[in-house]
């Protein structure tokens, strides 16, 4: 068993987790951090976990405010790592995390301490990563490289409302990769949006994933699809038993070509169009640059500049996903007039209805999609929906999940992620 580290929106790291393992083998035991029951976890391939660690051991949970609690554990580790160690002859570099505890940082440091002076005794070095937090960041666990060799170890404690887990860490996020694809790629537009290579790797997960996601109560979620639906997604999704991965990515807004690059480092093939001849020479660029600088072992079938309310895509039949950034309207840094909000939801669900109804019959039935599409945030936080995400089923579109929405507190568009399947 596993343990992840969700990220900044941890509801879309579940989901994400959830639809690559499986929900039954998922289990989320803090606001930061769930459990995943497999054999092995590929990080560098999801996009919303920021660490993972495999299980060492469980504690039983005692009735002991956290700092007493994380004394008494600090113990075990201790007795465990120094017969673990003893005879090791290499220098050791040890980060210690403490999740869901309220304990003071000094006193998760003091573990490594103790454990540094018991190993002195035995000749065996041991530096320990300095933090002024209960957890070390992404950033320090990946700059230390902490848990990819034996001699560099990150420790993390978790409290569940059961028990206390101690894991391993097998790796953090690769921030440095991620940060290159994002801001090295040779052509990037902040005016259409600039899709995250972590978010897009989500949507990918989400739409290719085998498992479903259990459906919540959710005022913005049809309680008319669910009850529809429910029955036949349990039977048919919940006992699905994993194949081979789809081969065939289209993105019909491709933009400048976010979603391609990631899919082809995952291996998919992909296909592509986007209105713009402008967004089409950037993607081509860009691909050409993940092609020359990155291994990766999909291939590019095609791309094309169209219009995705109107165009027939060549190999749409034998898409296995369709993944995409749809229309988000106009950036605003505060939010709109009523007059001009309304102006721009009517805009936007035109053209993203268009298109959806466009595409619904080149999609072989059961096709999964996992498209953004705009949200907007008013003063208060509260959201505009676009009309048609209450009108799915009449587009032909079955939602396999609540919406899920990402976006960062500041911001006045938001991306609404809708999981589908065509009916």
């Avoid at 004394?71 to 465990?80: A, M």
């Avoid at 991965?245 to 400048?256: A, E, K, N, Q, S």
């Avoid at 008013?378 to 929405?405: C, I, S, W």
């Avoid at 006045?412 to 809708?418: G, S, T």
């Amino acid at each position: 068993m596993f343990i992840a580290i969700l990220g900044r929106q941890p509801d879309i790291s579940l989901a994400e987790l959830e639809a690559v393992y499986g929900v039954a083998q998922v289990r989320q035991v803090s606001a930061q951090v769930a459990t995943v029951v497999t054999d092995t976890i590929d990080l560098s391939a999801l996009g919303g976990t920021t660490k993972i660690g495999k299980v060492i051991t469980t504690l039983p949970l005692k009735r002991l405010r956290d700092a007493d609690l994380f004394t008494d554990v600090s113990k075990d580790i201790v007795h465990h790592h120094i017969d673990a160690w003893r005879g090791v002859n290499h220098k050791i570099t040890l980060g210690i995390s403490a999740y869901n505890l309220d304990v003071p940082p000094r006193l998760v440091q003091k573990t490594g301490l103790i454990l540094k002076s018991a190993l002195k005794k035995h000749s065996v070095s041991l530096r320990l990563v300095p933090n002024d937090d209960t957890a070390l960041s992404t950033a320090v666990s990946h700059n230390n490289k902490l848990g990819l060799s034996d001699n560099k170890v990150e420790l993390m404690v978790v409290k569940t409302g059961t028990d206390i887990i101690i894991a391993e860490s097998r790796g953090a996020q690769n921030i440095t990769a991620y940060a290159r694809r994002d801001h090295g790629k040779p052509k990037r537009d902040a005016f259409v949006g600039m899709l995250p290579p972590k978010l897009a790797q989500i949507m990918i997960n989400l739409a290719l994933g085998t498992a479903a996601v259990e459906h919540p109560a959710d005022p913005h979620f049809s309680e008319e699809t669910v009850k529809s639906e429910e029955s036949r997604i349990s039977a048919e999704r919940l006992t699905k038993v994993p194949v081979a991965p789809p081969r065939h990515i289209l993105d019909p807004f491709c933009g400048t070509g976010t979603v391609l690059q990631e899919a082809l480092l995952q291996g998919y093939d992909v296909l592509a169009s986007d209105l713009s001849d402008k967004m089409i020479d950037y993607t081509q660029q860009n691909l050409d640059w993940i092609v020359r600088s990155h291994r990766h072992t999909g291939t590019i079938l095609d791309i094309s500049q169209a219009d995705a309310t109107t165009h027939t895509w060549p190999h749409a039949s034998a898409v296995d996903a369709v993944v995409c950034e749809t229309y988000l309207g106009q950036p605003f840094s505060a939010p709109p007039s009523p007059a001009k909000l309304k102006e721009v939801v009517g805009n936007c669900n035109h053209i993203i209805s268009s298109f959806l109804k466009n595409i619904h019959p080149q999609l072989r039935p059961g096709t999964p999609l996992c498209i953004a599409v705009p949200a907007w945030r008013d003063n208060d936080g509260r959201p505009t929906h676009l009309p048609l995400t209450r009108d799915l089923a009449k587009l032909g579109y079955t939602l396999t999940r609540p919406p899920l929405v990402y976006s960062r507190p500041d911001q006045v568009v938001a991306r609404e992620l809708l999981v589908l399947t065509v009916r």
